[in-house]
């Protein structure tokens, strides 16, 4: 069964906003057991990356059209031969996060990431600016990782309105194969949803990578 695309579309508004952008263009959603491998527990930046590489991918960004999103196995790889990792990482259950993203962004699809360093969680309003003129210039999905808050995801948009700001989230911790769950399902258990700022970790840092590609005058 194919991933499902662009999850996101038909969720609701947290409210009526004044200002508003989101990702442009399709990817995939992937997700703990996707592909049939149990990644529960280590697995999420892993499937976080996998769903930027597949905006990345749709964006003609592959360089191996039949292959266009790197396992977790080719990941592993990818950074023991940049010299990253030791050679056990290749097998392991070892987490990475946005530096080892913006690896293999680079490695994959000549696409270089920037990395944001968020001290608080508190100081996230200090890079909405930034995340307005991601997603405004035509950006992909950003990666968000911390360390109190260690969960990896991935940011889709952004908005303001009377109730604050919210970022809209994609959760990769969903278990499932492929073709298991709906768009509607998830979007209702909260695996795709608008979280206001003040429900971040006040006391996490944060780490965010953004890919270094627009797409110009794609449907979000």
Same mark, same amino acid.
């Given at each position: ?78 950074? @023991? ?10 097998? !392991?259950?070892?987490?990475? #996060? =946005?530096? +080892? $993203? ?78 298991? @769950? ?10 795709? !949803?608008?979280?206001?700022? #003040? =429900?971040? +970790? $006040? ?18």
């Amino acid at each position: 069964m194919p991933l499902l695309s662009s999850v996101h579309r038909g969720l609701p508004l947290p409210s009526p906003p004044h200002r508003l952008a989101l990702i442009s263009g399709p990817y995939s959603y992937y997700h703990y057991g996707c592909d049939s491998v149990d990644d529960r527990g280590w697995g999420c930046g892993y499937r976080t990356l996998q769903t930027v590489c597949s905006w990345l991918a749709a964006a003609g960004r592959g360089e191996v059209p039949s292959c266009p999103v790197p396992s977790l196995k080719e990941m592993q790889n990818s950074l @023991v031969e940049m010299g990253d990792k030791r050679p056990s990482f290749t097998g !392991s259950r070892d987490w990475i #996060g =946005t530096v +080892e $993203a913006a690896l293999c962004m680079d490695h994959f699809y000549a696409v270089p990431g920037k990395l944001i360093h968020i001290p608080h969680g508190r100081d996230l309003e200090k890079e909405l600016e930034t995340l307005y003129a991601h997603f405004q210039g035509g950006g992909g999905p950003v990666m968000m990782g911390g360390n109190r808050d260690n969960s990896s995801k991935g940011l889709l948009g952004v908005c303001s309105s009377a109730k604050g700001h919210h970022l809209l989230v994609l959760d990769p911790h969903y278990y499932g194969k492929a073709g298991s @769950v709906t768009k509607e399902e998830l979007q209702e258990a909260g695996w795709v !949803s608008w979280r206001e700022l #003040g =429900t971040f +970790e $006040a006391g996490s840092f944060y780490n965010l990578c953004l890919p270094q590609f627009w797409r110009k005058g794609c449907p979000v």
